[in-house]
């Protein structure tokens, strides 16, 4: 028992890590248009953005009890014992942490949520075998929402957008204003921060009361989070958004320099409302995918638009790959563990932590770049090809031609008033009209003929 007590309270330091990598990792996924826009400013985002995280974090625990009590059968749990599945709990956030790490590294479109649920199943899946996963719930809230949500948000995205830009009306003169959006931007990116909180930080409360339920420490008739854990998830992802968020905050202008104000208040607002009524029926989204996806459909619905399919694809394949790679380290930490008993329980924590200290210092060394720290947000950015000049409305082509009407008729006044005035000032000199002349040239020729 007292390794099992001692093993929990690895899990729950090595939980409470992720929850600080998910913060890092996803600031981006509430900050990137308004920073880019010119709604907020860096250090004011990433302050703001730590703060309704924490908020979040205490308004909801559906997602969490789904982490609990859904994925993991509870009776896999109860025979196999807490000696043998809570090293499986602990190889899969080490799975989790790995992946979310390389990742944010190198810049490649990645979920932490679903780097989570990889570990999880990849390390239960070696211990204890399918029968120790809900395929079911795995399904319906995990898979199906991944996809499903990113789509969803997007098509709001797009007509909202097309709302946006149909019923204002541009009084600044700029080609593409509206800038009065931007203040609206403000509460929009505040709301997707506090979803945000809602959702990713309840996952890593539902590891934790796995782990206090595998042991006995928490009843399994619920699965509600304690008190302490919602503090400690809530003020580690807050501290994770603040600190970390920087690495990304600094790359973000690149990405996401074609997002214009009304652009970017519809794509928060199509990412608050999918993931704020996602987290109230405990479905496990990704925030990175929905966040990424409403970039897409609000560029979509810009005028002239096209989607670079290549970028887009290569984003979907990376967002494919996070759970099925983070399972495969989960399952990688699961063998040792079951090979050696608590020395790969050890020796999973000696790998993790090496891993962990030399991708750290590894990021330290590099400068900030595309290669190495690219926003998933702003990289979906790129998938749109926007127009530098988009192409006018039919409402402007009526309005040019009504335009060009207008100045044809103008043009016809003035030269019948020219002639008219001609031939006034030719009539006080004594020149004869046309008529009279034609008569005295006819006079004149027959005249001659005689």
Request: one cysteine or more.
């Amino acid at each position: 028992m007292e390794t099992a007590a001692l093993i929990v309270v690895l899990v729950i330091a090595l939980a409470l890590f992720f929850d600080f990598t998910n913060g890092f990792h996803d600031t981006a996924n509430a900050m990137a248009t308004p920073i880019a826009t010119g709604a907020l400013k860096p250090k004011t985002a990433v302050l703001l953005a730590a703060v309704l995280n924490l908020v979040g974090a205490f308004l909801s625990t559906e997602v969490a009890k789904t982490v609990s009590g859904g994925i993991v059968r509870e009776d896999a749990i109860r025979e196999m014992g807490a000696e043998v599945f809570l090293p499986l709990i602990f190889a899969g956030l080490i799975g989790a942490i790995t992946w979310n790490m390389l990742t944010w590294l190198l810049g490649l479109p990645s979920s932490s949520s679903h780097a989570l649920f990889g570990g999880l199943i990849g390390a239960t899946l070696v211990g204890v075998g399918f029968t120790g996963i809900d395929f079911g719930i795995v399904l319906s809230k995990i898979i199906l929402p991944a996809l499903i949500a990113p789509l969803t948000a997007g098509l709001i995205a797009f007509i909202a957008t097309k709302i946006a830009y149909s019923i204002t009306r541009r009084y600044d003169g700029k080609p593409d204003g509206r800038d009065g959006f931007r203040w609206g931007q403000i509460f929009t990116s505040s709301l997707v921060a506090l979803a945000h909180g809602t959702n990713d930080a309840q996952k890593t409360m539902g590891i934790i009361t796995l782990a206090l339920i595998t042991i006995g420490w928490q009843s399994d008739a619920h699965h509600e989070p304690e008190f302490w854990v919602i503090v400690a998830c809530a003020f580690t992802i807050a501290l994770g958004t603040y600190l970390g968020g920087w690495r990304i905050i600094r790359t973000l202008g690149r990405g996401l320099t074609d997002v214009k104000p009304a652009q970017g208040f519809a794509a928060e607002s199509s990412t608050a409302a999918t993931i704020l009524a996602s987290s109230a029926l405990g479905f496990a989204l990704s925030t990175t995918q929905v966040a990424s996806g409403s970039v897409i459909g609000s560029g979509l619905g810009r005028r002239g638009s096209t989607v670079r399919w290549r970028t887009a694809g290569r984003i979907g394949i990376g967002w494919l790959l996070t759970l099925p790679a983070a399972g495969a380290v989960g399952g990688l930490a699961a063998l040792l563990v079951q090979w050696l008993g608590n020395w790969g329980v050890a020796i999973d924590a000696v790998l993790a932590v090496t891993i962990i200290i030399s991708l750290f210092l590894r990021s330290r060394r590099n400068a900030v770049t595309h290669a190495n720290a690219m926003s998933d947000v702003a990289e979906s950015g790129l998938a749109v090809d926007l127009p530098d000049a988009p192409p006018p409305t039919r409402r402007q082509l009526r309005l040019a031609l009504a335009k060009a009407e207008a100045k044809a008729r103008a043009q016809a006044r003035e030269q019948a008033k020219s002639a008219a005035k001609k031939a006034k000032v030719a009539a006080k000199a004594g020149t004869p009209s046309t008529a009279r002349q034609d008569d005295a040239d006819a006079a004149g020729r027959n005249e001659e003929s005689k």
